[in-house]
């Protein structure tokens, strides 16, 4: 979905490189995800914020960190990437207004050495 | 945790033919939902289905909802070469708007 961007798409890094993903959307939504996948693993919740000044870990948080900049603007860090980190990482949206279906960003490949 | 489980991880079918996929879950929900997903690419929504619901239609797709058996199926009519994809089924949702996403189904339509 072109409304919700990620930079990088793909990106390639070393171990013990601090990296950050972003991701950008123009939906309006107050709702931000963002989730790892893994083959085999399906998705898995790192964090969501439900606005600006609201952010919750999910059930992989260790070892990453958010920040909201704005409503439109969700960061995912990685402080010290490790191997087990390649991923495919995404953002998603939501509204709270219209409800629980969340839409995604076309996804960044991590690659960590 | 998963709380979804998709079944079965792979299916295989020729064009023309339907697919369905299953989709189990553990505790009680709000609603669920299905998603697509065409390779290394991002999710889209497909249907969300309500706990207060049996059954869905949308085009080619019929969902159900069997809340006593925690169960739901998603099948796709007159399946086509471009269905090829992984399907994901997530639940919750409600208060905390959170979801729970399955490991996926894995449909490969053969032309």
């Known amino acids: 979905d072109a409304d919700v961007t990620q930079t990088p798409r793909n990106r390639i890094t070393k171990t013990g490189k601090r990296i950050m993903l972003e991701c950008s959307q123009t939906?309006?939504?107050?709702?931000m995800y963002w989730y790892r996948q893994d083959p085999g693993l399906g998705l898995r919740l790192i964090y969501y914020?439900?606005?600006?000044?609201?952010?919750n870990k999910g059930e992989i948080s260790d070892g990453y960190s958010v920040s909201r900049q704005a409503q439109a603007k969700f960061s995912l860090s990685l402080e010290s990437a490790i191997p087990n980190q390649t991923a495919l990482y995404f953002c998603?949206?939501?509204?709270?207004?219209?409800?629980?279906?969340?839409?995604f960003g076309p996804g960044t490949r991590l690659t960590v050495l | 945790s998963q709380q979804g489980e998709e079944d079965p991880q792979a299916l295989s079918i020729q064009e023309g033919e339907n697919a369905t996929m299953n989709c189990s879950y553990k505790?009680?929900?709000?609603?669920l939902q299905w998603y697509r997903q065409n390779s290394g690419r991002g999710l889209v929504h497909l249907i969300l289905?309500?706990?207060?619901?049996r059954e869905k239609h949308s085009g080619r797709l019929r969902v159900t909802l069997d809340t006593s058996k925690k169960s739901s199926s998603l099948l796709i009519t007159a399946s086509r070469a471009a269905d090829t994809a992984s399907y994901f089924c997530a639940t919750g949702g409600g208060s905390n708007y959170k979801l729970t996403f399955g490991k996926g189904t894995l449909l490969t339509v053969n032309p």
């Open positions: 998603a949206t939501s509204d709270r207004t219209v409800g629980d279906t969340q839409y």
């Open positions: 505790t009680s929900i709000n609603n």
């Open positions: 289905i309500r706990s207060n619901e």
């Open positions: 939906k309006g939504h107050d709702r």
């Open positions: 914020s439900f606005d600006v000044k609201d952010i």
